[in-house]
């Protein structure tokens, strides 16, 4: 199976890492609010570190953000930023835990304006990366080019998950993500 160039070039755990990944959730519409929560904090995350090393954490992540609750994170209190700041299971960096929760305190206000975070992105659709960028640095802490990029395209909202030569591709446009069918 010819994989996007990245994967193919793998070997062993790290390429069995990777492919989860890759071939069940990168570029696939996520259509429920807490896993878009979710993989913008991953997303946020990684910035400054690689992949691999969020992939490995993941399950840590959702242990300590109570899998991605957006209700309960928006309500993290001091105690829980010290939980979170000594919790080997994530990524311990405060700036990162405090955009989080901000981020789903957001989150929150646009479920309320607009029945879910899922509407919200798609009333946005389509724009340039640009324009989302711009965006989300409007709405939401520590989201730079290339996190909202990454996370935009992780959640089938801008193309460019996958090579057109890649299996995978063809699974993500039969699950209609928004940019093929707007």
């Known amino acids: 199976m010819s994989y996007c160039k990245a994967i193919e070039n793998m070997s062993g755990e790290r390429k069995a890492l990777h492919e989860a990944y890759h071939d069940k959730l990168y570029g696939f519409p996520i259509h429920d609010d807490n896993e878009l929560f979710c993989r913008l904090v991953l997303e946020i995350n990684?910035?400054?570190?690689?992949?691999?090393?969020?992939?490995?954490?993941?399950?840590?992540?959702r242990k300590a953000y109570h899998n991605f609750d957006i209700k309960k994170v928006a309500s993290y209190k001091d105690k829980d930023v010290e939980r979170l700041m000594s919790d080997a299971g994530i990524i311990?960096?405060?700036?990162k835990i405090n955009a989080a929760i901000e981020n789903a305190k957001t989150i929150m206000q646009l479920q309320k304006e607009h029945g879910s975070f899922e509407n919200w992105l798609a009333l946005q659709h389509p724009k340039p990366k640009e324009e989302w960028v711009k965006l989300f640095k409007k709405a939401f802490r520590f989201t730079g080019g290339e996190i909202v990029n990454e996370f935009l395209m992780s959640a089938g909202y801008l193309p460019g998950a996958h090579a057109e030569n890649c299996p995978i591709y063809k699974k993500v446009l039969k699950a209609k993500p928004m940019w093929h069918t707007r």
């Not at 311990?92 to 700036?95: A, E, I, S």
């Open 92 to 95: 311990r960096n405060r700036l």
């Open 46 to 61: 990684q910035a400054g570190l690689s992949w691999e090393t969020i992939l490995k954490k993941e399950v840590g992540f």
